[in-house]
């Protein structure tokens, strides 16, 4: 990836006469990075592919350095692709760069073209697409979730501004007729509720159609969650840009080894750029990490685990879990209190409560999970750094007091004292006792 970080840039600004962005003044290295990036992109000109991910970190890179007029001409170049991994990153830098140049023509373009690619990825999910609806000054995307589910989407746009404010009605819990309805009405830096009356879940489409109209042309309530520089035209992203337009997901970074050989491993920084990556990027990272966990931060992991989790396969998450659980004790031990102390206890909590319910069903098959977790964490490298610091020789001394305390012998005593009376503390805490429900992937053979 093309990347320099190392001069302080001219920040820029607002021209107050015209209300338009004043570019920054880029360092030398970024000229010389944005150079480098012309000519990636007339060496993949017979590339689509490639060339697609050149044109993208071309762009936010002009939009990293506030050169936002230059970030509208490559973006023109590239059709917003509804397909396409980038697609959501390309919407986003397209957005911000005309809402901070101010050109109403560049504006008008983009919100176009977004909308179009945002409306088509909406359909992949499943949701139906109504008829757009007209409201005020707004034109609105309109969805409803497919037969049998209660739930309605909306996104309103504006000529005035080129982020739109979304409106959601969905039912909290399990959905039942007489149950209310919870509206969010969702701008760029501010989600609150509408203060129109919000139809309840047995109401007529045409009635929660009419809500809408209601809302949108509510001024009171539009005012509140639109953010009055971005009317005008600003240099500052949108916050919510992901509940704004989640037809995109998780926006997709460039993270750095688009064009590395397929056998490379990507490097600590790359990694965790994939892990702040759309859902693929952040599936690949986990893959990634746990593959080779020594080359991250152990307070990656969780982020990982969680997408293991997401993924279906629970007895992996669990492994990685109990992994973790080690790697991270000396972390904790000697580094700050509100630092990794308080995020071992935060991602103990998240992660941990779920994991040890579902597979303290079978308390064999758990106790196989950390046996084999704690005796792989001895033989992976440790992570090369440390807490700040902290010397070799008391860093030693954490980890193997962290082993110790996840002694294989003491948790096979202490499964064996509770195995009379581990089902019926189960059941006493609702929970189900017998073989592990959707496991997902087993374990690899080389994982122990």
Known sequence: MVEARDEPDNQGGLDLRTGRATPQSPSK??????????????????????????????????????????????????????????????????????????????????????????????????????????????AIDAFHAPAGAFGWFFVGWSNAQPYPITLTLQQSGEP??????????????????????????????????????????????????????????????????????????????????????????????????????????????????????????????????AALLRQGNMLRASFWYYFWQVRSEPWARLGSPDGEAALRGSFTATLGGPINAWLGSDPHAMLEVMKRAYSYERKVPLYSGRPNGVGAGAWQNAVAAARAHYDLAAIEASFARMKDKWAAERVQNHLPNGPLLNPGKPLPDGWR
């Open 176 to 305: 039942a007729p007489g149950q209310s309805v919870e509206g969010r009405l969702i701008g760029c830096s501010v989600s609150t509720g509408p203060t129109e009356q919000i139809p309840s879940a047995s109401a007529p489409p045409a009635a929660i159609l009419d809500f809408v109209r209601a809302v949108y042309a509510n001024d009171q309530d539009i005012d509140r969650v639109g953010d009055g520089s971005i009317w005008r035209g600003s240099q500052d992203d949108c916050l919510n840009f992901k509940q704004v337009l989640p037809g995109f997901g998780d926006t997709a970074q460039i993270a750095g080894d688009e064009f590395a050989a397929p056998d490379d491993m990507p490097t600590e920084a790359v990694l965790m750029r994939l892990q702040s990556g759309s859902m693929l990027q952040q599936n690949r990272a986990a893959d990634l990490i746990t593959s080779r966990p020594d080359l991250v931060n152990p307070f990656s992991l969780p982020l990982a685990i």
């Open 29 to 138: 290295a970024k000229v010389a990075a944005l150079a480098t990036l012309r000519n990636l992109e007339a060496n993949c000109a017979a590339q689509p592919e490639k060339l697609a991910y050149v044109r993208a970190l071309d762009a936010d890179q002009r939009v990293a350095i506030r050169d936002f007029l230059g970030a509208i001409e490559v973006l023109k170049q590239t059709p917003l692709d509804p397909e396409s991994p980038l697609v959501g990153l390309n919407s986003r830098n397209w957005l911000q760069s005309s809402s901070a140049a101010g050109v109403a023509a560049d504006m008008a373009k983009a919100r176009d073209a977004v909308r179009a690619a945002h409306v088509a990825t909406l359909k992949k999910p499943g949701l139906v697409e109504l008829p757009a609806l007209e409201s005020g000054r707004f």
